[in-house]
Every structure is written in structure tokens, then in C-alpha cells.
């Protein structure tokens, strides 16, 4: 059987529930279509583009490809450049041209409407269908980790600081702090207060935000983060200043001392970036090596046409962390 086979079809809300068994099958995940109305419906950016590959005979969906718009901040302006993401063709059918048939027609869908600015995170299979027709490979993202052991390191160096640090139900008190943490980037996600709460609004996960405010009472650093498993992982941080900084790290490692089930903190980043750099000298480490724990490398990829598509091409343009990428 060949693509021939299948119809393409434009999936709504009303068909959510056909992906339902999709992500079951591709990723072992167990959802309901409340995850997809977060994802797809309740986006402040706009809603989703997505298409599913219906067996003629049989009726049965046997792949989907769709992306998300995210508002990004481009040379100063801000523009929607979307994300690919959930591109899942069921084990029964595979090896039948799937992904490539829903990708390009998605392409030539969001061609027609001038919009064909995509990224995405590619794996060790999607990424090499990706790059035969036309993606571009920019750079990988690498996981650095602060294991338990280094606890008992981190235990003798003393200093707290003045300040306190605190849960924070009030997305829009950080604002300014959310829209600095990654303006550095030529090309950034821009972190608007009601984007913030959609995107912490995953139901995948159940995110945790601290702030720390100094002695004069303002708001001078933030993380978010999440328990997965038996580790923390970090999600996202901005600091005003290194006292915030320290501050908000020293917490984090406490919360792993502190509990015996856990094995550590893990984030994400571009290597030789700024996040990167925080990361780096907050202590945690990358594994140099090809074996062994959190060796996974993820490869960063754009697909770039037309006039709004300047510069989003340059690897040096971008510095993206967990909060850009949807399965985070």
C-alpha cells in the first residue's frame, strides 16, 4: 500500500480525539483531548494547522503532521513563526510516505497563506526525512544535569543572601523579567504574560514558579520547573542580578538534598549560549561522551520561505531553551 491509499483531510477540534490513539501508539503517552484544546485551541498566538492521512478503505487515520503558531520577537518586531510538532504516523502505517505527504501539503497550505516559517526539534529518525526535502539543520541542543552527589559539595559553601524567595501565583508580577531573560537573542520567544500562562498550562506537567525578591522588595530573579520522574527539570529562569541568581540555584539544589528520590536537576540549551553559560557555572554538567546517561543530543531545525523568513535561517540568531519546545 502506498500514499495513494490515504485522503488528506484538515483536522478541527472536532477531531481531536482521533489523536488520542495516535499519541498512544507513537509515544507511549496517555492523553485525552483536553491536552490537544491546550495545545491547539487555547493558544493566545492563534490556533493550530493540521492534517491527518485517512485509509481509504478502512477509514482508519493513520498519520498526522501539524504545527503551532508561537509569537517570537524577530530584529526587534514581533512575528509568528510556527512550530512543528507531534508528527505521528501509527506503527500499522508506516513506510508508506506518510510524514512527507502531510508535511509538504502542510507547507504548501501555509505557503498559500504567506506564512512558511517553521521549526522545530528533530530526533535520530525525523530529523533525516525532515532535511531530504528542504529543512535545515542549525545547531543541537545538549541536557546538562546537577546529580545528588554534588549535594553534599554545595552543602559547605555557606551565604543565603538577604532576600526571600517565594511561590508566584501572579504570572503578569514578572513581566519585565520574562521579556529580558531572552532578549539577548537576535530571534526570541516573546514571553508575554498570557503566553506564559498557556504555555504553563501543559497538562503534561506541573510546573512550579519561585521568585526571589530582595531586600528593598522587588522581584530581581525567577525559575520554573517541574518534577519528571525521579529529577527537577528546569524549565525556564530570568535573574536580574547574581544575588537572585544564586539565590534561585541554591533553592533548587536544596529541594534535591532535601529529598531522597530525587536524583538531580536537568535542563536543556544550545551550547556556548547564554542559557548555557547560566547553566555551566550554576554547576551542572554535560556528559562529553556517547554512551551513558543524558548523552541525547537534539537537533535544532528550520524551515524557512518567503519574505518573512529573514535571518530566522542564521544559527547565530537563535538561543532557544525548554520553553520553546512543546513536549517541554
Known sequence: MSAENYEIRQIGPSGFELLVPLMKDCFGLTVDIDYFRWKYTQNPAGDFIG????????????????????????????????????????????????????ALHCYDFMQQQGQLQVYGYGGAQSTPGFIKFGWIQLFELVLLFYP?????????????????????????????????????????????????????????????????????????GYVVYYRNADKIFLFDWGFADKQAEQALFRMLKDNIAGDKTCKGLVSLAKKGSTGYAVLRRNGLLVNPFKKGPLTERTPFIVYMKGDNAKGLDIAAHWEPGPYDHDAM
Open 51 to 102: 492534517f491527518t492521512a485517512v485509509d481509504k478503505e478502512t477509514g482508519e487515520v493513520g498519520a498526522y503532521y501539524g504545527v503551532i503558531p508561537e509569537l517570537y520577537m524577530v530584529q526587534g518586531r514581533e512575528q509568528v513563526i510556527y512550530q512543528s510538532c507531534d508528527t505521528m504516523t501509527h506503527s500499522k502505517h508506516r513506510r508508506r510516505g506518510l510524514f512527507q505527504l502531510l
Open 148 to 220: 545528588r552527589q554534588l549535594t553534599i559539595l554545595r552543602a559547605l559553601r555557606g551565604g543565603k543572601g538577604k532576600g526571600t524567595i517565594a511561590p508566584v501565583t501572579d504570572i503578569a508580577l514578572l513581566r519585565p523579567l520574562l521579556l529580558s531573560s531572552n532578549a539577548h537573542s537576535t530571534v526570541h520567544a516573546a514571553k508575554l504574560p498570557d503566553n506564559y500562562r498557556w504555555r504553563i498550562a501543559n497538562p503534561m506537567h506541573q510546573y512550579q514558579v519561585s521568585a526571589y525578591t530582595n531586600a528593598a522588595g522587588t522581584i530581581t
